[in-house]
């Protein structure tokens, strides 16, 4: 069974940090690439970022692009979310989500989410 | 950047059929995917690359996908399938190619 385990959110200040783990099972995590998508509270599914199987190839949203960083561990099958210069509008539910066999990917499976909330 | 439109609400007696359409520039072009979310859970794909069903998904979950509009449509709507439904795109010729909808809150009378 897929399994995708979100953790590390938290509350922290604006201008802080937070790192965001994704704990994978159930398949062979190093032959998928990987998302981080999230919702603001009351709000719609915004995409974050996303990374090849390999690590070689990375998108990020222009909303968080230089402040955020997406990693992987294929050997702890691990996904990463690296949250600096957090502001109040990054405040969200963080989803982890498996991307569809493909070259136009949707996402298959999705963890539970982690909230982060900044504020002061 | 790519902009996904949907009608912020649909309404549906059960029974009766519920269509949502997801409104995109050429969007017949791409492939679209489907996810529905109740309150408090996590997204679940209904509907991948226009059409597809995922295995435990119901046939009455289907979709299509043509010109400037795509279409995920249920069937026989039961009071289980209220809940919000947001298409999405994976937009290739951009350096942030992952697109959203702005989602449909499906009610059911």
């Known amino acids: 069974e897929v399994q995708l385990v979100e953790s590390g959110g938290g509350l922290v200040q604006p201008g802080g940090s937070l790192r965001l783990s994704c704990a994978a099972s159930g398949f062979t995590f190093s032959s998928y690439s990987m998302n981080w998508v999230r919702q603001a509270p009351g709000k719609g599914l915004e995409w974050v970022s996303y990374i090849s199987s390999s690590s070689s190839t990375i998108y990020y949203a222009d909303s968080v692009k230089g402040r955020f960083t997406i990693s992987r561990d294929n050997a702890k099958n691990s996904l990463y979310l690296q949250m600096n210069s957090l502001r109040a509008e990054d405040t969200a539910v963080y989803y982890c989500a498996r991307t569809l066999p493909g070259i136009a990917g949707g996402f298959d499976y999705w963890g539970q989410g982690t909230l982060v909330t900044v504020s002061s | 950047s790519y902009v996904l439109t949907q009608p912020p609400s649909v309404s549906v007696a059960p029974g009766k059929t519920a269509r949502i359409t997801c409104g995109g520039n050429n969007i017949g072009s791409k492939s679209v995917h489907w996810y529905q979310q109740k309150p408090g859970q996590a997204p679940v794909l209904v509907i991948y690359y226009d059409s597809d069903r995922p295995s435990g998904i119901p046939e009455r979950f289907s979709g299509s996908n043509s010109g400037n509009t795509a279409t995920l449509t249920i069937s026989r709507v039961e009071a289980g399938d209220e809940a919000d439904y947001y298409c999405?795109?994976?937009?290739?010729?951009?350096?942030?190619?992952?697109?959203f909808g702005t989602g449909t809150k499906v009610t059911v009378l």
């Open positions: 999405q795109v994976w937009d290739s010729s951009s350096d942030h190619p992952g697109v």
